[in-house]
């Protein structure tokens, strides 16, 4: 009979016929079953990266992406993230490196990898670590870009230059924006400052007259980076003229009063909130200027860049950035092997042949 298996009980009795349906069942269960348990212990582990480590909503969905891959790659495989094998970690890394994955992302995932586990361990939910004794993939140091410091002086100009050409046709709104977006440039030049804390920056973190802000970074750390000359008249004029424009929401009366109390230093229309895509599209405008297509990391990576050309040291550098290990700063140490050649050069007395 198609479709059924034959079972022969005794000569007694007639062939009973089971249906293939609860095998069928049974199947797909075991297919479900390491999906539910990958599901279940990657959720416990992003409340305790949220709740516990305090982690930034941006590094809970890098974690989430990663440990995600994981845990798909041993669903194939009739596993789950409480059984894995370190030969299976192993055999994830290798297939990451044959679909022409970077070894830096691959670093990222094997560093998501070992917090989950060291998190298992801790809560008892596994006895053996399968990312231990597992090397992290070789990494070529990547060299930050910046832009050169004519290049972000077009850039910080930009805005301004753009809002003179167009001023007759410039409405009231308009030119606010242009006046916040020169705010918005010089402070994430003067600063080094991140997408995501430009755009979380509150009024009250601003201590204009002192010539410094408060910003929180990763993991909700705070530290105070100065502001130049250029950054406070920057921000003057845009608390002056054009914040007070933005605020005013075209809206009811009662929600234009919600949102103009908004918190927030920098507002986009109608005082909403900025998006970090608004943010890097304004950034690669202005950059254009420059002819480079910049984003608002490179102005970052500008920020420390010019610093150390200057000859500032790398602990001042760490700290303004707000890289909790100094190894993460040392990236800009080449930059200052000119400078340091062009000093042996002119005051070591063996440095000149004679």
């Known amino acids: 009979m198609v479709g059924d298996v034959a079972c022969y009980v005794s000569s ?3 062939p009973r016929y089971f249906s293939q349906r609860p095998i069928t069942r049974i199947l797909n269960l075991l297919l479900i079953m390491p999906a539910e348990t990958n599901s279940h212990v990657l959720s416990s582990f992003l409340d305790y990266l949220r709740i ?10 890098a974690y989430t992406t990663d440990v995600g891959q994981f845990g798909a790659f041993l669903e194939k495989r009739k596993r789950t993230l409480l059984t894995a094998r370190r030969n299976e970690v192993r055999e994830f890394l290798q297939q990451l490196f044959a679909n022409q994955v970077e070894g830096r992302s691959v670093g990222r995932k094997l560093s998501a990898l070992r917090h989950l586990y060291r998190y298992l361990l801790l809560d008892d939910k ?3 670590d ?5 090397e992290s993939p070789k990494q070529w140091k990547v060299l930050p870009k910046s832009l050169a410091r004519d290049e972000m002086e077009s850039t910080l100009a930009a805005p301004g230059l753009r809002h003179n050409a ?22 994430l030049y003067a600063g080094a400052l991140r997408v995501s804390e430009i755009v979380g920056a509150k009024l009250e973190d601003l201590k204009l007259e002192a010539g410094y802000m408060l910003v929180r970074g990763k993991g909700d750390k705070e530290r105070v980076v100065p502001l130049g000359k250029s950054a406070q008249d920057a921000l003057t004029q845009y608390l002056a003229e054009a914040r007070p424009v933005l605020a005013t929401a075209k809206r009811s ?12 230093l920098f507002l986009a229309r109608g005082a909403h909130k900025l998006t970090r895509q608004r943010v890097w599209q304004m950034v690669r405008a202005a950059s254009a200027a420059s002819g480079r297509k910049a984003s ?22 760490q700290t303004i950035l707000g890289h909790a290990d ?19 050069q002119k005051h070591h007395p063996r440095a000149k042949a004679r």
């Open 12 to 14: 007694r009795h007639p």
């Open 52 to 61: 516990e480590k305090g982690l930034a909503p941006l590094s809970v969905s």
């Open 126 to 128: 596994i006895e053996h």
């Open 130 to 134: 399968p990312t231990l004794n597992i």
């Open 166 to 187: 167009t001023r007759r046709q410039e409405t009231k709104e308009s030119a606010a924006l242009a006046v916040r977006d020169q705010a918005m440039l010089e402070v």
């Open 253 to 264: 009366s009662a929600v234009s009063t919600l949102l103009k109390g908004s918190p927030l």
């Open 296 to 317: 608002p990391h490179m102005l970052r990576h500008s920020c420390a860049t010019h610093m150390v050309e200057n000859g500032a040291d790398l602990r001042t550098v």
């Open 326 to 344: 100094i190894s993460t700063t040392q990236v800009y140490t080449h930059l200052a092997l000119d400078r340091l050649r062009t000093v042996y």
